[in-house]
């Protein structure tokens, strides 16, 4: 099955960007401009493998709509990103998600390549690497 990717920002230079990093023919993408969108396109389309927002956005923020994704069944795995945040605060949000990571805009094109590879791996994969890393 072709994973799924919801990219959700408010800037459509951001999300033309985001969508042509993670286009391939194995990979299906949708995007919104904002989490009433997002939750439009997730009651058609869901589950979703994957969903990559940005946390600041206006009427509703990333980690807003990620739970109530997670919480109606249509997303585990999420991709935050943000230009602006305070890195206690974000860990202890972070925690809230079975399978997420953060970003700090700006960052290099390979780094959200690998995150959204990492994350959309599959958790056996993601143990067995965590479990060859040297020390």
Request: charged residues 25%; without cysteine; proline residues 7%.
């Amino acid at each position: 099955m072709r994973p799924k990717i919801l990219i959700v920002d408010d800037e459509t230079p951001i999300r033309t960007l985001l969508r042509s990093a993670v286009a391939s023919p194995g990979i299906t993408v949708f995007d919104a401009d904002g989490g009433i969108g997002a939750l439009e396109i997730a009651a058609r389309e869901a589950p979703f493998d994957l969903v990559i927002t940005d946390v600041l956005m206006p009427g509703m923020d990333g980690f807003e709509l990620a739970q109530r994704l997670q919480r109606a069944g249509h997303a585990t795995n999420f991709l935050f990103l943000s230009g602006y945040f305070d890195a206690d605060d974000m860990e202890r949000r972070l925690s809230e998600f079975s399978g997420a990571a953060f970003l700090s805009k700006p960052f290099p094109i390979v780094e959200f390549i690998q995150s959204v590879r990492r994350l959309l791996a599959p958790p056996a994969s993601v143990a067995g690497a965590a479990q060859r890393r040297p020390a």
